[in-house]
């Protein structure tokens, strides 16, 4: 397999305030892996950081070429983000929320019928506005609009924050079958039940350093819950 993301020595900050330090890890075609750590640790400014939004020093490749500072190359290259918190736009239906991500204009095997299908409460509220839908719903929604634009790896910041357990077990199963078709996600969760349903493998952060990683299975070992306070 060959690596789509690659971060080499990634050192993060915010106004000169350092949040990720020396981070290196590998992400390869069709893996799932586990982004884990204490509120804090830096997982959401590691998937900020491909997009170029904190100051970045050290290499984040896709592809094997630099990622760029521009912010919506990695779109355009094969990388989506579902960002926390939705951003839903209530001005438009969930239907035109979903045909936002064309905007990366690739090609490949997902449709607006596609995510219809996956996801079938938003074909049914599809002229519905984006923010009249359920929590969970919305959820979905900013899954299938990243979809559309055919991601080779799909990066996910807490899809499960505040959503019932019944609603995670919906996103488990759409997540397996969007990893089926061949798709690679990188799972930022606090949700540790999701994570080791759906994972091959775990990195973890503590306060911006990596800390671990290893297969999936070793998230139960009272040395890895330690070192992240699982």
């Known amino acids: ?44 400014t590691a998937l900020l950081s491909v997009y170029g939004v904190p100051q970045v020093t050290g290499e984040i ?16 290259r094969g990388v989506s983000l579902v960002p926390q918190g939705k951003r839903i736009f209530g001005n438009l239906t969930v239907e035109e ?18 995510v219809y299908e996956l996801f079938p409460n938003l074909g049914r509220g599809a002229k519905r506005p984006g923010t009249a839908l ?22 996910l910041d807490e899809p499960t924050e505040g959503l019932a357990p019944v609603v995670i077990d919906e996103l488990t199963a759409a997540l ?29 952060l503590r306060k911006g ?4 990683s290893g297969p999936v299975a070793d998230l139960a070992s009272r040395e890895v819950q330690e070192v992240i306070a699982l």
């Open 176 to 204: 397996r079958e969007i990893r089926s078709r061949g798709t690679a996600l990188l799972l930022v969760e606090q949700h540790i039940g999701m994570i080791r349903a759906l994972a091959d493998s775990f990195l973890a």
């Open 97 to 114: 929320n979903i045909l936002l991500g064309r905007a990366s204009r690739r090609r490949g095997q997902w449709s607006v019928e596609a």
């Open 61 to 76: 490749l896709l592809d094997g070429t630099p990622a760029g500072r521009r912010r919506h190359e990695p779109a355009a």
């Open 1 to 44: 397999m060959s690596a789509i993301l690659e971060f080499k020595g990634v050192r993060a900050s915010y106004d000169g305030a350092v949040v990720l330090d020396d981070v290196s890890f590998t992400i390869e075609e069709g893996s799932t892996v586990g982004l884990v750590g204490r509120n804090g640790a830096g997982k959401t």
């Open 134 to 155: 359920s929590g969970g719903e919305q959820q979905m929604l900013a899954i299938a609009r990243a979809l559309l634009a055919e991601p080779k790896l799909l990066m």
């Open 209 to 212: 350093k990596l800390a671990g």
